[in-house]
């Protein structure tokens, strides 16, 4: 059967169907401009990212020490559970309702855990991009709170240059999704402004997404 087909085959093609007028879908990229008053000045992002520079700086200097304690070596969660890890019951729930055990001490199962620096070393890139994926996902259809900040925070600062392809998707879909909650703030929360303008900040500004970058005020 093989030796009986052509060696080349040419398509029959309709030439008046290409002098049709076609759709074509065109996808924006970049991020949503920054409502009057919002864009952050040039100068404060260019200390956002000194200062994250010198973060990433200390975690590789001290990586190499939590790697080696057996705190949390054990830790493998599902998508679920990352998500009630980082976030906490009260997010991941979203309900507000205190327990009356409130004033024992902080409950880290409702509140969720911080990213300190004894979890977030012990991560490798997989883990690293798998979790940063989770919360992107998450913050997709929620909105924005500090322990999801905190989290975003510490995963870019984890993130390895070159970035992977996966991880370059993330952090561009991230940075688009803080502009679109940023221009939707109408109660100008200015610490919540200040979050989502620091994560696109380090987006487009440390790890060169530079289309993506706010044009200073």
Not at 41 to 67: C, E, M, P, Y
Not at 120 to 133: D, H, I, K
Not at 154 to 168: G, I, Q, S, V, Y
């Amino acid at each position: 059967e093989a030796a009986r087909c052509p060696d080349v085959v040419v398509a029959q093609i309709d030439p008046k169907k290409l002098r049709k007028k076609q759709t074509v879908n065109i996808s924006i990229s970049g991020c949503q401009p920054a409502p009057e008053g919002y864009s952050p000045t040039l100068k404060w992002q260019q200390q956002q990212v000194a200062h994250f520079s010198a973060v990433r700086q200390s975690l590789n200097k001290r990586r190499n020490h939590w790697r080696s304690q057996l705190f949390f070596q054990s830790l493998n969660l599902d998508e679920e559970g990352w998500k009630k890890f980082c976030l906490g019951e009260r997010v991941y729930s979203e309900t507000d309702a205190l327990s009356d055990n409130e004033n024992l001490g902080i409950d880290y199962i409702k509140v969720g855990f911080p990213p300190l620096l004894s979890i977030v070393s012990r991560m490798n890139q997989a883990t690293v991009t798998s979790v940063l994926e989770y919360l992107v996902s998450w913050f997709g259809e929620k909105k924005f709170t500090p322990e999801l900040g905190r989290w975003l925070y510490a995963l870019l600062a984890c993130l390895e240059k070159p970035l992977l392809p996966e991880a370059h998707s993330l952090i561009r879909q991230l940075a688009r999704r803080c502009s679109e909650v940023r221009v939707l703030e109408e109660n100008r929360n200015e610490e919540q402004i200040s979050a989502l303008n620091l994560i696109i900040c380090l987006v487009s500004r440390y790890f060169d997404q530079r289309d993506l970058a706010d044009e200073p005020s």
